[in-house]
C-alpha cells in the first residue's frame, strides 16, 4: 500500500511540473555525456599510450648535403662514418639498449615521405637528396632514450637523434587537455542539473503543501511525506543516465570504432564494448546527484 502510494505521489508530481522534469532529464543527459566523453577520451588515451609506446623508435637522421648541424660541417656522411654508426648499434654496449634496428636510405624517406603526405602539393616537389639517411632504432625500454642519444649524437656523419616518444608526448598532453575541458564542461553541467532538480523539487513541495499539510495532521512519517519528491528527482536522473549512456555508446560506436578505426587503421581505438565499462559511473553520478539535491531541498522546503 505504501509503495503504491509512493509510485502515485511521484508519477502525480512528474505530470505537474512536467517541463521542469523534461529540464533537468536534457540537463542530466548533456553533462552526463560530457562525463562518458571525457572517460572514452581518457581511455582512448591509455590505450594509445600502450599501442604506440610499444612500437616508439629512435630516429637516428645521418648529415647530407642540405643539413645546416655543427655535427655536419664536414658534408655527407660517408660510407666509413655510416658503417662505424652501424657497427655501434650492434657493439656489446648498445645491444642492452637497442632491440632492433633498420636503415633508411634517402629513396625510402621519399617513399615514406610521399606516401604519408600524398595530399599536399609540395610532396611530388621534394626530391630523395634532400631527405636525410636514418637508422630507425626500437629500443628495449622507451624510457631509456637519453642513454642512446648520448651514445650516438656525438658520432661523426650524425645530424641528430630524434625520438618519438617526444611527438607522442605532445599529442597525449593535448588530448588530456581535452579530457581536462570536457570534465571542466561536466561540472558545470551537473551544478546546473543539481540546481534544476532542486528547483523540480522545491515547485513540487509546494504544488502539494495542502497534501503535504494533512499528511502531517493524520500523523505520516517524515520519510513517507518526502519519498515522493526525492522519487522524482531520481527518475529524471535516472532517465537523463540512461540516454547518456546511450550517447557514450554510440560516440564510441559510430565515431570511434567504426569511423576512426576505419580511416586510422595503422592504430589501435578502444571498442564500443569497453565503453559499457562508463555506464555504471554514469548511473551512479546521476543518482549522487539526486540524491544531493533532494537532500538539500527537502531539508530546506520540505521541513516535516
Known sequence: ??????????????????????????????????????????????????????????????????????????????????????????????????????????????????????????????????????????????????????????MAGVEVVSDQRELLESLFSLMNIASVIAIALAVIMLITAILLIATTIRLSAFSRRRETGIMRLVGASKTMIQLPFLAEGVVAAMLGAALASIATWAIAKFFIADWLASEYPQTGFISSAEALWLVPLLFVIALILAAVSSMLTLRRYLKV
Open 1 to 154: 500500500m505504501r509503495f503504491a502510494f509512493i509510485v502515485s505521489e511521484t508519477l502525480s508530481g512528474i505530470r505537474r511540473n512536467l517541463s521542469m522534469v523534461i529540464s533537468v532529464v536534457l540537463v542530466t543527459f548533456i553533462s552526463l555525456t560530457f562525463v562518458g566523453s571525457a572517460g572514452l577520451l581518457q581511455m582512448q588515451i591509455n590505450q594509445m599510450k600502450g599501442y604506440w609506446y610499444d612500437r616508439v623508435e629512435v630516429a637516428i637522421f645521418l648529415c647530407n648535403d642540405t643539413s645546416t648541424a655543427a655535427s655536419c660541417a664536414g658534408g655527407a656522411v660517408t660510407d666509413s662514418q655510416r658503417d662505424a654508426i652501424e657497427a655501434q648499434l650492434e657493439s656489446q654496449q648498445a645491444t642492452a639498449y637497442v632491440e632492433s634496428y633498420e636503415y633508411e636510405s634517402q629513396d625510402q624517406a621519399l617513399e615514406l615521405f610521399q606516401e604519408q603526405y600524398s595530399n599536399l602539393d609540395m610532396a611530388d616537389s621534394v626530391t630523395a637528396d634532400q631527405l636525410p639517411e636514418s637508422f630507425r632504432v626500437s629500443l628495449v625500454n622507451p624510457e631509456q632514450y637519453e642513454v642512446v642519444n648520448e651514445m650516438f649524437s656525438g
